[in-house]
Nanobody, 122 residues
Framework: VQLVESGGGLVQAGSSLRLSCAVSGRTFGSSAEGWFRQAPGKEREFLAAIWGSGDSTYYAGSVKARFTISRDHTKNTVDLQMNSLKAEDTAVYYC????????????????WGQGTQVTVSS
């Protein structure tokens, strides 16, 4: 399984950004995919997950109103649309796959991407 994130960058507060994770070697629907982030000096934090043939979703409360996770079944990507970005959203964002248990627990994922940096200037 290979996961490759893209779409990170430097944006101003209030802007939007869309991250994409290209997934190869795994079929959608067999397990959950998720997005996490890690800021300097902090633990890796769950953001959102998607699973099942019906694309069920689950979000961390801190981002539920601003972030949207989705799958593009034609491109085999898992995307994260981020709106109204804040300086505290600055972090390295990671895509993960393979969760079959609680989707908000990072230890339940067996595959990770290399991460993409998102920097939000205030």
């Amino acid at each position: 399984v290979q996961l490759v994130e893209s779409g990170g960058g430097l944006v101003q507060a209030g802007s939007s950004l869309r991250l994409s994770c290209a997934v190869s070697g795994r079929t959608f629907g067999s397990s959950a995919e998720g997005w996490f982030r890690q800021a300097p000096g902090k633990e890796r934090e769950f953001l959102a997950a998607i699973w099942g043939s019906g694309d069920s979703t689950y979000y961390a409360g801190s981002v539920k109103a601003r972030f949207t996770i989705s799958r593009d079944h034609t491109k085999n990507t898992v995307d994260l649309q981020m709106n109204s970005l804040k300086a505290e959203d600055t972090a390295v964002y990671y895509c993960a796959a393979g969760a079959r248990g609680l989707v908000f627990m990072k230890t339940n994922y067996d595959s990770w991407g290399q991460g993409t940096q998102v920097t939000v200037s205030s």
